[in-house]
């Protein structure tokens, strides 16, 4: 019997077959390379797929904590300068107690009969300030994409109440007595300012609230 390593074909030529009639060594390697390429594509594809849920979920993230952040800056103005305002303007009155044109004007008129020039020139020189310095601070704000109108429209209630006011203080400066009813326009102006204020204040929360889940 002879040597079974003579039929190794050692010094060239083709590889023999497996002695059990499988595939040939060259034909093993080949799919030993196949089936690792085949894993490492594998894992490649594992490892993108993860990467790529993980950009998801922080651009997802991102997005609501940008929300948040707007809707911290949009509230803390509102309750540095609009608030405060209507604190100085109706001192003593409780704020959340107005809720309609009839209530605001009301509390305007009754300060107004009890010393009306000494009154506006307390919101011209004291109150009005709050609402100037409101305006910048609205401008200066980078909302999302989708929310730019509405701190625009925001910003032009600020400037309408503003506006209001200060012609509203003009007209009881330049009369010798207040009469209600002569003032009834201006007032009128004033709580279009203050209703659209709020009216665009509250879109921005309930859209806030939308984009993040709340």
Known sequence: MGDPNENLGVGGGQLPSSPLGGPSLDAEEKAMRKGKGRMLAGMILAVAAAVGLTVVLLASGGEGEAYRTFGRNVNGLKQEHFDQFWGCALRGANIAEITDNEALQSQIDRRALQGSKRYVAQVRDDCLPKLAELRPKLDTLIPPEDMQADVTQLAEATSQLRSAWSNFIAAVEASESYDPDA????????????????????????????????
């Open 183 to 214: 003032n009834r326009d201006a007032i009128s102006q004033i709580a279009r300012g203050w209703y659209d204020f709020k009216r665009s204040h509250s879109q921005i929360n309930s859209k806030i609230r939308e984009r993040i889940g709340d």
